[in-house]
């Protein structure tokens, strides 16, 4: 998977068009047994929150995939404000 990661960003490909994204964490579900990256455009939305998206990483053909099932959202979400959370507690320290 951490070859995907160069300096901290990943490119991907959408509609012929490669994106650079910024990988803010990536982590293993032993719940449904696979690598997930987290990672950001480093755009706001409209209501000024960044961007955040989610992607897993099939070890076989080195590819990401779309989370399609609404627990696997869930488990991503629990973990995105775990670290966030974690960040949040390091700022107090």
Same mark, same amino acid.
């Given at each position: 998977?951490?070859?995907?990661?160069?300096?901290?960003?990943?490119?991907?490909?959408?509609?012929?068009?490669?994106?650079?994204?910024?990988?803010?964490?990536?982590?293993?579900?032993d719940t449904f047994k696979k690598d997930y990256f987290v990672y950001t455009d480093d755009q706001e939305d409209e209501e000024g929150y960044l961007n955040v998206f989610a992607s897993?990483? &099939?070890?076989?053909?080195?590819?990401?995939?779309?989370?399609e099932s609404e627990e696997e959202w869930? &488990?991503?979400?629990?973990?995105v404000f775990k670290v966030v959370g974690e960040v949040q507690n390091e700022g107090e320290k």
């Open positions: 998977m951490e070859e995907l990661i160069k300096d901290g960003k990943i490119t991907l490909v959408e509609d012929g068009v490669e994106k650079e994204y910024t990988v803010l964490f990536t982590f293993h579900s897993s990483y &099939n070890q076989d053909t080195g590819e990401l995939e779309a989370v869930t &488990n991503i979400d629990q973990m």
